[in-house]
């Protein structure tokens, strides 16, 4: 995002308008307050994972934000955009994905609805899911500097396709939960599950061990932890 006073000076009217203090729409956005005075005073800029926090959180207008051009609000008002516009997931509170040894949780009854706009999938990317998607926190660092802990990720279920070679899976094996990339050589029958921290060495199941070892779900996006 390009770094000018303009774009600073409206934040302050975004803050103005909304009522709302400085920490609490950093906090928001997941940076804190020092960065966003910098961002209002032209020193600094927002990466592209907190653009797209600010304006679903606050429905701002890209254009806008950016050259001053049209209406503050996308559609010209402040209201929750159409539900056609919404990608449905259901987060899972409770849930770590473990980017290291292995995390036990995965349950159920902690769920809950989150809707989330198709803006900012199409802004990052990563285009439409197919399928309503899961979202869990990832723990520790395996994943570094890819994921972080605290993290928050967007799983597309897996439906008994193909694997996508050196992509980022959700898996269970018995009852511990990964994150990692996966590869997958069914001639023989096995699953090797790969860290991109080199401090972690990478985990293989094979055979009998298969019968316990499942993917639930391919790694599509991700949002900074707060």
């Given at each position: 995002m390009a770094i000018n006073k303009q774009i600073g000076d409206r934040i302050s009217q975004i803050l103005m308008i909304n009522k709302i203090k400085q920490s609490q729409f950093a906090s928001k956005i997941g940076i804190n307050q020092?960065?966003?005075?910098?961002?209002i005073a032209g020193k600094k800029g927002f990466t592209n994972e907190k653009?797209?926090?600010?304006?679903?959180?606050?429905n701002i207008d890209l254009n806008w934000l950016l050259t001053g051009e049209g209406e503050m609000y996308r559609g010209g008002v402040t209201e929750k955009q159409s539900s056609s516009d919404l990608i449905k997931s259901t987060y899972f509170e409770e849930v770590m994905?473990?980017?290291g040894?292995?995390?036990?949780?995965y349950e159920e009854d902690t769920k809950k609805s989150l809707e989330v706009?198709?803006?900012?999938?199409?802004?990052?990317?990563?285009?439409?899911?197919?399928?309503?998607?899961?979202t869990i926190r990832v723990f520790g660092d395996s994943m570094a500097?890819?994921?972080?802990?605290?993290?928050?990720?967007?799983?597309?279920?897996h439906r008994n396709g193909d694997i996508l070679e050196g992509e980022i899976y959700v898996v269970?094996?018995?009852?511990?939960?990964?994150?990692?990339?996966?590869?997958?050589?069914?001639?023989?029958?096995?699953?090797r599950l790969l860290s991109i921290n080199?401090?972690?060495?990478?985990?293989?199941?094979?055979?009998?061990?298969?019968?316990?070892?499942?993917?639930?779900?391919?790694?599509i996006m991700r949002l900074g932890g707060v």
């Open positions: 020092g960065h966003l005075s910098e961002v653009l797209a926090s600010l304006i679903e959180i606050y994905a473990s980017a040894n292995g995390l036990i949780n706009s198709a803006w900012v999938f199409n802004t990052l990317g990563v285009g439409l899911p197919k399928n309503e998607l899961h500097p890819l994921l972080n802990k605290g993290d928050i990720v967007f799983v597309e279920p269970r094996f018995e009852s511990e939960i990964f994150i990692k990339k996966l590869q997958h050589f069914p001639q023989e029958e096995r699953i080199p401090d972690y060495e990478p985990m293989e199941f094979k055979g009998a061990e298969l019968e316990n070892f499942s993917v639930i779900g391919r790694v």
